[in-house]
């Protein structure tokens, strides 16, 4: 990149920002392109590029899990000495960069980007010792029970109860919107133990079996056609105190800092794949403002990379002290927007530059072997899909509004 890219066009011509990898990245790079050539088949990568949502199918993805695992790759922003690779930041933003460009499914982040995190930084050594292992194995598969009917966004609303019966709590309410429950093996939830203090400090965060007697799972359909969301009821569950993370009535502490790892979520190089399909027929359009939108979201797509890659590399020095910091949530919340509302950007541009063609789509021509009976452009089969399912997208892991919130909170003293 020139100096003059940046605004100061009369530098020397030989003034110039190297932007090339070291050798060493390379080789990294060509390593992993290497492994993903060798084990990711024709079904996989078909399997990947059919799912909406913030993961693929549970059972591709799971078996692409189980590969990475095999390989020490399941986790990469984890430390070694949990099961991670220790790679760098810039050795995990070319995985990420890599797994999009291969067209790999989407693994579940409730358990390898979320509650594992959370572990090691606010787990006990007992609930590290066990769950981790088996979170990187898939052998236990978590959703999240944070939501309820009533209370979304306004998380400290919530009114799951958990009351305390010698050395269990038992669990009654109901949790809403609950991804991928339907398969889970295990949640992890925010339960009321404490009506008589301020909301926040009355909450405490509890590691469910999903198999214990009292759950149901009710499926909920969505605007895509897909089932990946679920109501999930609680009728006098006994939970073990012992699956207590953090102290009780402590719960808000860990569910920041788990939000924190959530709205921190690598969305670049998905948005920049998305965004290399859809290029060629925008520009093939010859249309000036839908090519001068793909432009300017370029722009939008360079700046959340940077963004992300540097609040990741603040996200995996806290794990490598597997200490807990207050979470910068104004930094998360800035990451979750800007990667939401592109994500809706690019959905639309996608919808646009389709035009009717887009209309084609139906839930069927995503199903397995279907997509040589769909007509039209490939991207017709996920444009409308992907549409419909992202608009969620700004909703789910706390409302951008929210987030706007809690930047203004930080910066405005509002």
């Known amino acids: 990149m020139r100096g003059a890219a940046l605004g100061t066009p009369d530098r020397a011509e030989e003034d110039v920002m190297d932007m090339s990898f070291p050798p060493e990245i390379e080789n990294f790079r060509q390593e992993v392109r290497s492994f993903f050539e060798a084990h990711l088949d024709a079904a996989l990568v078909q399997a990947g590029s059919l799912s909406t949502g913030i993961c693929s199918d549970y059972a591709p993805a799971m078996a692409w899990q189980k590969i990475l695992h095999q390989q020490g790759w399941a986790a990469p922003h984890w430390p070694q000495a949990y099961g991670g690779t220790g790679w ?120 469910i079996d999903m198999t214990s007697p009292g759950i149901e799972v009710r499926p909920i359909i969505t605007l895509s056609g897909d089932h990946e969301v679920n109501q999930v009821f609680f009728d006098g569950v006994r939970v073990p105190v012992a699956n207590l993370v953090g102290a009780e009535n402590d719960g808000w502490t860990v569910a920041k800092a788990l939000l924190a790892f959530e709205r921190s979520a690598a969305y ?43 609040i990741q590399a603040a996200h995996a020095a806290e794990l490598a002290g597997h200490t807990a910091q207050q979470p910068d949530l104004s930094a998360s919340a800035r990451l979750k927007i800007s990667g939401t509302e592109l994500q809706q950007a690019f959905d639309t541009l996608t919808i646009e530059a389709l035009g009717h063609q887009g209309l084609r789509w139906t839930a069927q021509a995503r199903a397995q072997g279907a997509l040589s009976n769909h007509a039209g452009p490939a991207l017709a089969i996920m444009g409308m899909a992907d549409y419909m399912s992202n608009r969620a997208a700004s909703v789910y892991g706390g409302s951008n509004e929210i987030q706007r919130g809690i930047i203004a909170k930080q910066y405005l003293q509002m």
């Open 88 to 207: 760098d930041p810039l050795r995990r933003y070319i995985f990420t960069s890599e797994s999009a460009r291969a067209g790999a499914p989407r693994l579940a982040p409730m358990g390898l980007g979320m509650i594992g995190p959370t572990l090691i930084v606010h787990g006990s050594q007992a609930q590290k010792d066990y769950y981790l292992p088996r979170i990187l194995s898939g052998d236990d598969f978590w959703c999240q029970g944070y939501s309820e009917p009533g209370s979304g966004s306004d998380l400290a609303s919530l009114s799951c109860r958990a009351e305390r019966d010698g050395d269990d709590y038992i669990v009654s309410g109901t949790k809403i919107w609950t991804t991928m429950a339907h398969h889970a093996n295990m949640i992890f939830a925010l339960v009321r133990t404490d009506t008589t203090v301020k909301p926040q400090k009355g909450i405490s965060f509890l590691l």
């Open 268 to 310: 670049a190089a998905r948005l920049r794949e998305k965004r290399d399909r859809i290029a060629a027929l925008v520009i093939s359009l010859g249309d000036p403002d839908l090519t001068g939108r793909l432009s300017e979201l370029d722009v939008r797509l360079d700046a959340l990379e940077t963004s992300e890659f540097r």
